[in-house]
Each structure stands twice: as structure tokens, then as C-alpha cells.
């Protein structure tokens, strides 16, 4: 019987250990993983994400009630729809602090184009070293690290903002990603709603 390759990220929960952290060109594949407590709100239910369906994958912590998140949809819609047919979007809900009412309620609010996964465990949460909304977290489909940080420069700090963002750090690691090119900017500091630990 085949199996799948071992870049599976497998969404169901189980009780392994979490222990990998982020080095500093990559993180550790998947496969050495277990697995995630997440829903997925459209469906309802647990789901399986393969990191080797598109040739890379964009988490970006999102908070329904942080004002950053809800203005950031609009952009995270643009760069669903302008790399959906190489880059799978995904936007994390961490904790219980948000019910999947509460969680439809914002996509529908902001017509997010992009699935929206809640983890309740905050697991995936730990493992990728998110730690404020909105913060993007790019990886190939083996697994590494690509980018992280913020989505762009429009936040310079807490209460400081540009009128635009003339940097857009995720799309150019997208970009210079599929080219293929070495990505310039690897790491940037995301400003933002902390996420709580619960």
C-alpha cells in the first residue's frame, strides 16, 4: 500500500510531544510532528493539510477582534488570488477564545477568500513561534522556513502606521521564492494583537 510522502501535516489530534523549534533557515519538516487539534470552520470539522500540494504554504495568526487582522484581509484576499495556483493560504485562529460562529462571522464580515483554521490547542501555534496577530509564516513544501515576520511595512510599531506599506516583505518572499531566487528579507518583527495563551 503507498503513503503519502512525509511532508504530511496531519490536523487531528493526538498526545505527541511538541519539541521543535524554529532554526535559523529552517524549521523542522513536518513529518517529526504529530499532530494538530485544528477545525476547519468551512467544513466543520478536523482536516489534513499536505504541505507538498503547491509548492509553498502561507500561515498568517489572524484575531477576529484585532483591528490589524480585520484591516489585513483585504491584502492576505490579494495575495490568495494572485498565487493561489502555487501558494496554499491559510489563516490561524490560536486558542478557544473564539467559537467557529465567531470565527465565520469575521470571514463573512471581511469576505476572506482564504480557509481559516482554528487551533484550539494552540499546537501549531507553539510549533511555528507565532506570538502576535497578524504574523505570516511561510514555508516550502518540504517544510522550511521561508519567511517570517510581518506582511508588509505598513505598521511601524504599536500605534504607528504608514499611509501605505511600501515594502510588501510577503509577496517579494513568495515572489523571489518561485522564481527561483534567494529570498533578500527573511525575518522581519510582526507588530500586532499578542496571542493569548489560551
Not at 489585513?72 to 490579494?78: A, L, S
Not at 502555487?86 to 471581511?110: E, L
Request: charged share 20%; aromatic share 10%; hydrophobic share 35%.
Amino acid at each position: 500500500m503507498l503513503t503519502r510522502p512525509l511532508t504530511i501535516l496531519c490536523l487531528i489530534f493526538t498526545t505527541y510531544s511538541l519539541h521543535a523549534q524554529l532554526t535559523k533557515d529552517s524549521l523542522t519538516i513536518f513529518n517529526q510532528v504529530g499532530s494538530y487539534d485544528l477545525t476547519d470552520i468551512s467544513l466543520q470539522k478536523n482536516t489534513v493539510i499536505h504541505l507538498d500540494d503547491k509548492a509553498l504554504s502561507l500561515f498568517i495568526f489572524l484575531s477576529p477582534e484585532c483591528p490589524l487582522c480585520q484591516n489585513y484581509t483585504r491584502t492576505i484576499n490579494q495575495l490568495h488570488e494572485q498565487f493561489k495556483d502555487r501558494v496554499a493560504v491559510y489563516g490561524i485562529v490560536s486558542g478557544n477564545a473564539y467559537s467557529s460562529k465567531n470565527v465565520m462571522a469575521f470571514q463573512n464580515k471581511y469576505l476572506t477568500t482564504f480557509n481559516i483554521l482554528i487551533d484550539t490547542k494552540l499546537s501549531l501555534t507553539r510549533y511555528l513561534n507565532a506570538t502576535v496577530t497578524p504574523q505570516a509564516i511561510l514555508l516550502d513544501n518540504k517544510g522550511n522556513l521561508i519567511y517570517t515576520g510581518a506582511i508588509d511595512d505598513w505598521v511601524q510599531g504599536l500605534g504607528k502606521k504608514k499611509v501605505s506599506a511600501s515594502k510588501h516583505y510577503v509577496k517579494n518572499a513568495i515572489e523571489q521564492n518561485l522564481q527561483p531566487a534567494d529570498v533578500t528579507i527573511k525575518k522581519t518583527k510582526a507588530y500586532g494583537c499578542r496571542i493569548n495563551d489560551y
